[in-house]
């Protein structure tokens, strides 16, 4: 396999079809991980895909079309914000020059990181910043708890629930907490606890399926005898239903306005990723496939975000979910067994194995050949 990479730092290891002009065929996942995280989240769907085509490539035969497998740059967001910053820069959703000025807690930019990554291995290859793409197959552990409640070794993925996450800044004065006057104070501190109970007891009371967060909390000068002058705190919010994730949205910019006097506020949208469903045919082979091989299945909304997510803007795409120990993802414990994990891995091969070897003659739409 031919290994490359481009300007946003994805990773592609290429096993070469017959007819190397035909869109490829992508499968894979992430490696980056959060700092208390866990060696499934991602890391499986990447080794899986890799298992994958090793074992496509050990048949002999090549495949019809490329078939290509990506370990895609910063998708967690842990070190640089926000994340799946290689997926959007690959499929042209957001610039590489405002990736590039993104910095971590220490200061250090994407583009700082991303040249002295290149610049270590000055032998790998690089492409384009995107490129025509036949399918994409991702891999990965629920993260819920789902698929163990219900016995359930396969999940077959339908969509993604849509996510906005917005950065507040609520701006006040300083004042020393002994001798300035209740009435003349502009405390950030006391504004933010206004809106995080509006908001908490409006946004995140809509409905059951609403999924709404206030972290991140940053006071300043959080001094002990000093009036908060400034407050910046983010918020996640998530629902399948756009109309109602849109309409919460612009809930929480009117709530934060409403609470901020006498301070001022700017609310700032980081991330407005609407919900997706996943391609009809690419999930129909998933359930045969693990009809096939004699999996449990049941058909899964993801809660969580991932790369699959923008993929399926520029092609036909799915996942295949596989349970976690008591739906537990992000901490240093959470576990895949491994019984789950190669199933998962088996029936990821086989949907592949049935693309790749899917047509005759190549360079055709994936949706016309892939005969699902």
Same mark, same amino acid.
């Not at 895609?72 to 610039?95: C, I, K, L, V």
């Not at 507040?168 to 206004?194: C, I, M, P, Y």
């Not at 709530?255 to 006097?261: G, Y």
């Given at each position: 396999m031919?290994?490359?990479t481009?300007?946003a730092g994805?990773?592609?290891?290429?096993?070469?079809?017959?007819?190397?002009?035909a869109?490829?065929?992508?499968?894979g996942?992430?490696l980056?991980?959060?700092p208390?995280?866990g060696?499934?989240?991602?890391?499986?769907g990447v080794?899986a895909?890799?298992?994958a085509?090793v074992?496509?490539? /050990?048949?002999?035969d &090549?495949p019809?079309r490329?078939v $290509?497998?990506?370990?895609w740059?910063?998708e967690?967001?842990?070190?640089?914000?926000?994340?799946?910053?290689?997926s959007e820069?690959?499929t042209?959703?957001?610039?590489? +020059?405002?990736?590039?000025a993104?910095r971590?807690?220490?200061?250090v930019?994407v583009g /700082?990181?991303?040249?002295?990554?290149h610049?270590a291995f000055?032998d790998?290859?690089?492409?384009?910043?995107?490129?025509?793409?036949?399918?994409?197959l991702?891999?990965h =552990?629920?993260?819920?708890?789902?698929?163990?409640?219900a +016995?359930?070794t396969?999940? $077959?993925?339908?969509?993604?629930?849509?996510?906005k996450?917005?950065?507040?800044?609520v701006?006040g004065?300083e004042?020393?907490?002994?001798t300035?006057?209740q009435?003349?104070?502009r405390?950030a501190?006391?504004?933010?606890?206004?809106m995080?109970?509006?908001?908490?007891g409006?946004?995140?009371?809509i409905?059951a399926d609403?999924?709404?967060? =206030?972290?991140?909390?940053?006071?300043?000068?959080n001094?002990?005898?000093?009036?908060p002058s400034?407050v910046?705190?983010s =918020?996640d919010?998530?629902?399948?239903?756009?109309?109602v994730l849109?309409?919460?949205?612009?809930?929480i910019?009117?709530?934060?306005?409403?609470?901020a006097?006498?301070?001022?506020v700017?609310v700032n949208?980081?991330?407005?990723a609407?919900?997706n469903?996943?391609d009809?045919?690419?999930?129909?082979?998933?359930?045969e496939?693990?009809?096939q091989?004699g999996?449990a299945?049941m058909a899964?909304l993801s809660?969580?975000?991932h790369d699959?997510?923008?993929?399926?803007?520029?092609c036909?795409?799915?996942?295949?979910? =596989?349970?976690?120990r008591?739906?537990?993802s992000?901490?240093?414990?959470?576990?895949a /067994?491994p019984s789950?994990?190669?199933?998962?891995a088996?029936?990821?091969?086989?949907?592949?194995?049935?693309?790749a070897? &899917?047509?005759s003659?190549?360079?055709?739409?994936?949706?016309?050949i892939?005969g699902l």
């Amino acid at each position: 396999m031919t290994p490359s990479t481009d300007a946003a730092g994805n990773l592609f290891l290429t096993l070469a079809g017959r007819d190397r002009a035909a869109p490829p065929l992508l499968i894979g996942s992430h490696l980056d991980s959060q700092p208390t995280g866990g060696k499934f989240d991602g890391a499986a769907g990447v080794m899986a895909a890799l298992e994958a085509v090793v074992s496509l490539a /050990e048949q002999g035969d &090549a495949p019809a079309r490329d078939v $290509v497998v990506v370990a895609w740059m910063n998708e967690e967001g842990s070190r640089f914000a926000p994340g799946m910053m290689g997926s959007e820069a690959f499929t042209g959703e957001r610039d590489m +020059a405002a990736i590039r000025a993104a910095r971590d807690a220490d200061g250090v930019s994407v583009g /700082e990181a991303l040249d002295r990554m290149h610049q270590a291995f000055p032998d790998l290859p690089r492409g384009p910043l995107g490129f025509a793409v036949g399918s994409y197959l991702e891999l990965h =552990i629920e993260q819920g708890p789902l698929l163990e409640a219900a +016995a359930c070794t396969i999940g $077959v993925v339908t969509g993604i629930q849509g996510k906005k996450t917005f950065q507040v800044v609520v701006e006040g004065a300083e004042g020393h907490a002994g001798t300035l006057a209740q009435q003349e104070r502009r405390d950030a501190l006391a504004a933010f606890a206004r809106m995080a109970a509006a908001l908490h007891g409006e946004i995140g009371t809509i409905d059951a399926d609403i999924k709404f967060a =206030i972290g991140r909390v940053a006071v300043v000068p959080n001094a002990p005898s000093v009036v908060p002058s400034r407050v910046s705190f983010s =918020i996640d919010l998530r629902h399948p239903d756009n109309a109602v994730l849109d309409a919460a949205g612009a809930r929480i910019t009117a709530l934060c306005r409403e609470c901020a006097p006498p301070c001022t506020v700017m609310v700032n949208s980081l991330v407005d990723a609407p919900s997706n469903a996943f391609d009809p045919r690419l999930r129909t082979s998933i359930s045969e496939a693990s009809r096939q091989q004699g999996h449990a299945t049941m058909a899964i909304l993801s809660a969580v975000g991932h790369d699959a997510r923008h993929l399926a803007k520029i092609c036909p795409a799915a996942m295949i979910f =596989i349970p976690c120990r008591d739906g537990v993802s992000h901490v240093e414990h959470e576990w895949a /067994e491994p019984s789950h994990v190669a199933a998962g891995a088996s029936v990821l091969a086989q949907v592949l194995r049935d693309l790749a070897f &899917a047509a005759s003659t190549c360079g055709d739409d994936m949706s016309s050949i892939s005969g699902l």
